[in-house]
Nanobody
């Protein structure tokens, strides 16, 4: 599976932004898909994950209620809708894929495939 994230940019605090991650490969619909982020000088951290069917989702405490992860298996794409953005959301955002298919996979080593990140900058 090859992944390509897009949609990052510079926004102001309180704004919204939607990231997309396009996947290539025949088994996208069976994979767990997730978003992680890495701020300067910090470790990469879990943001949200979605199970293979799209019915189950899981969020980090810092993003739950503000971010929404979704997927369109017909388009091989996963999305991250980010609302009420804060300066502390500034980071490079990465999408990742894991073959197991369920949503509660939250650590970096568990994911098999990663795309290049997209930078999100939130100004105060």
């Amino acid at each position: 599976v090859q992944l390509q994230a897009s949609g990052g940019g510079l926004v102001q605090a309180g704004d919204s932004l939607r990231l997309s991650c396009a996947a290539s490969g025949q088994r996208f619909s069976g994979y767990t898909m997730a978003w992680f982020r890495q701020a300067p000088g910090k470790e990469r951290e879990f943001v949200a994950a979605i199970g293979w069917s799209g019915d189950s989702t899981y969020y980090a405490e810092s993003t739950e209620g503000r971010f929404i992860i979704s997927r369109d298996n017909a388009k091989n794409t996963v999305y991250l809708q980010m609302n009420s953005l804060k300066p502390e959301d500034t980071a490079v955002y990465y999408c990742a894929a894991d073959w197991r298919g369920y949503a509660t996979i939250t650590t970096v080593p568990e994911y098999d495939y990663w795309g290049p990140g997209t930078l999100v900058t939130v100004s105060s």
